[in-house]
């Protein structure tokens, strides 16, 4: 088992190792002591991976009852936030107990919001099933809903007591979602590791998997550095966001419908590059983003997509920061004014 020590203003260690979700029990009982959980899922992952985890939290004397809300990013709202919260008082939990989040990353953000809220705040354990959830989202205390005002706006910092990474889970997921996390494992090979964007350029969508579990460690280890380094997100942490800005305007101008985060991101990271780097860094990213079946480029027009740049949550009223790695493993933030990024684009 390959274990990263994650030293926040709360530690914790997240756990990679294909079928560990059969050992979750004995495992999350070497950190929690209390005997009683609420396993949060979606419909999907309930119906795939619950029970496994069930029996395993039985076996090792821990009871558990299972919240299941419909899958989808539909879900991370007010609604079911609000019965999470009723289910919980149903089942008489209490500050000595804990919540379990097995899905992904809208099963993570909505159950870590419940704990950081639900009386004062609970313990919560992350078990990621999808990749983007294991090497971004289960990692690093962000957890939110969505409003109607926009994704992500109501939410806390709140990390986990315990997150287990079982590659195993990832087995069941449908391309376009792996496709999905890759683009953000791209994203990390850009801005801070040769070596892993190396690896990836030696694999494809058809075989990664014989090497997930050391590039989920390699992610992982990435994200708890810059983390530690910046937690509350005022500056270092942005780095984490190449390709994201343009990647969420790409997604606005689709609707958030047809097209999935990571296509966006993808598109993002290939974009920026090709502005701004050279034409070999530029072709050398198109090449690996497309071999995990993602897009490198996109029909919205640059005038009709900055508009939603500017309204970024990340960007202040006048200024962008945005990310660029001019060499691979080597990522800068840069700060300019709407204005210059408008013409540092459209250029
Ligand atoms: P998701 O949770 O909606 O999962 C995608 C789909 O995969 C869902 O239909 C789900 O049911 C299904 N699924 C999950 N695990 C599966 C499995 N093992 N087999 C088969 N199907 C499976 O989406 P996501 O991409 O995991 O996460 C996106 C969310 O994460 C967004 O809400 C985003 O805002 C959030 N996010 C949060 C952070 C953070 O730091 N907190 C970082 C990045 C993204
Ligand atoms: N996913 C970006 C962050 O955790 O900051």
Same mark, same amino acid.
């Given at each position: 088992?390959? @274990? ?5 203003? =709360? ?6 190792? =294909? ?39 039985? /076996? ?22 609000? +019965?999470? %919260?009723?289910?919980?008082?149903? /089942?008489? #939990?209490?500050?000595? &107990? ?21 009386? =004062? ?37 709140? +990390? ?27 994203? %990390?090979?850009? @801005?801070? &590791? ?9 694999? &494809? ?7 997930? &579990? ?22 270092? =942490? ?11 305007? @790409? ?10 985060? *990571? ?23 198109? /090449?690996?983003?497309?071999? %995990? ?26 200024? @962008?920061? %945005? #990310?660029?790695?001019?060499? #691979? *493993? ?18």
């Amino acid at each position: 088992m390959k @274990i990263i020590n994650v030293r926040t203003s =709360r530690p914790y260690n997240v756990l990679i190792e =294909r079928g560990s979700l059969k050992k979750s029990g004995e495992l999350i009982s070497q950190v929690i002591h209390s005997k009683k959980a609420v396993v949060i899922t979606d419909d999907k992952v309930n119906s795939l991976h619950a029970d496994i985890l069930v029996e395993s939290l039985e /076996k090792n004397g821990i009871s558990a009852s299972v919240f299941v809300f419909p899958h989808g990013e539909q879900s991370k709202s007010l609604t079911v936030l609000g +019965q999470i %919260y009723d289910f919980l008082c149903e /089942k008489r #939990i209490t500050r000595s &107990d804990f919540l379990i989040a097995l899905g992904g990353g809208v099963v993570g953000d909505i159950t870590g919001f419940a704990a950081a809220t639900y009386l =004062r705040g609970i313990e919560f354990v992350q078990i990621p099933t999808t990749l983007l959830a294991q090497v971004d989202s289960s990692v690093g205390g962000k957890t939110a809903i969505d409003i109607a005002g926009g994704k992500n706006l109501v939410g806390s910092f709140k +990390q986990p007591a315990l997150v287990i990474c079982d590659s195993d889970t990832l087995r069941t997921l449908p391309q376009e979602e792996l496709s999905c996390g890759m683009a953000e494992v791209i994203k %990390y090979g850009m @801005i801070r &590791d040769e070596k892993l964007f190396e690896t990836l350029e030696k694999h &494809d969508i058809s075989n990664i998997d014989d090497v997930m &579990d050391s590039v989920v460690y390699t992610c992982v280890d990435i994200k708890r550095e810059v983390v530690e380094h910046d937690e509350f997100d005022t500056g270092e =942490r942005m780095m984490l966001n190449f390709g994201h800005t343009l990647g969420h305007a @790409i997604e606005g101008w689709h609707n958030y419908t047809d097209y999935t985060h *990571g296509m966006g991101v993808a598109v993002g990271m290939c974009i920026i590059t090709e502005k701004l780097c050279s034409p070999e860094l530029s072709e050398r990213l198109k /090449k690996c983003v497309k071999s %995990y079946g993602l897009p490198t480029s996109t029909e919205a027009p640059m005038s009709e997509l900055l508009p939603y740049c500017s309204t970024d949550k990340k960007c202040d009223s006048d200024s @962008i920061n %945005y #990310i660029v790695c001019e060499k #691979i *493993g080597q990522a800068q933030i840069k700060k300019v004014t709407v204005s210059e990024f408008s013409v540092l684009m459209e250029g």
